[in-house]
Structure formats: structure tokens, C-alpha cells
């Protein structure tokens, strides 16, 4: 076993648990390739998607390409918004090897302290 697995949860369930299908995120939807197996399976299950996906596809290739398309203020707010974060998911940042020690984070909160 790795070191940083768990033999159970950390945590406390609280009320009860509900699957959440995760192509629901506005995220997934944005890799769906157009016309493909995968993006017609999933419109079939969820077809009051189809026409916001649609519209936030077109939104999403305007502010890639606002030299073509000249929405400018558009793109720059966008990027903005995205570009930073963008470099935080690719696994060679994501993954990697696991400090050598633990680091237990104080609380600066008065009330959180109170409670420890």
C-alpha cells in the first residue's frame, strides 16, 4: 500500500450520499468532441443540455479566436479568468512524489483555534 492511502474514510458521512454524474460539470462538457460516440450517449441521456452546451461552445471558440471573431473584451475577461489556473492540471504538475513530512496547518481564525 502507498503511503498515502487509507484502509477507510477521513471523514463523516452526513445525510445521505448521490451519485453525481461528473460529464455534468460545464468542464466535461468543453472535451465532448463533436459528433463522437461519447457526446451523442450523453445528450441522449441529457437533452435539455444540448442547446446551453451549444451556445457555450460557440461562446468558448469566439473568445479563443476573438481575432477572427472580434470579440475582444470578451476573450481578454476569459482569459483572465482561465489562462492562470489552466497550468495547475496537467499530471506532471498534479502528480508527483508526497512531501517527506507532514505539515499541520494553524488555524488563524480565533474561533477555529478555540475549537482544537
Known sequence: ??????????????GKLTR????????????LITGSPEERAYYASH???EEIDRR????????????????QADAALYSAAFDPIAGLGPPDVVDGQ??????KA?????????RQ
Do not use: C, W
Not at 453525481?20 to 472535451?31: A, K, P
Not at 457555450?56 to 470579440?71: A, C, K, M, N, Y
Open 1 to 14: 500500500m502507498r503511503r498515502f492511502e487509507v484502509n477507510r474514510p477521513t471523514y463523516d458521512i452526513i
Open 20 to 31: 453525481f454524474d461528473e460529464r455534468d460539470s460545464v468542464f466535461s462538457g468543453e472535451r
Open 47 to 49: 437533452p435539455e443540455l
Open 56 to 71: 457555450l461552445d460557440s461562446f468558448i471558440q469566439t473568445v479563443r479566436h476573438p481575432e477572427r471573431d472580434g470579440e
Open 98 to 103: 508526497l512531501a517527506p513530512r507532514k505539515v
Open 106 to 114: 494553524v488555524s488563524t481564525d480565533k474561533k477555529a483555534r478555540a
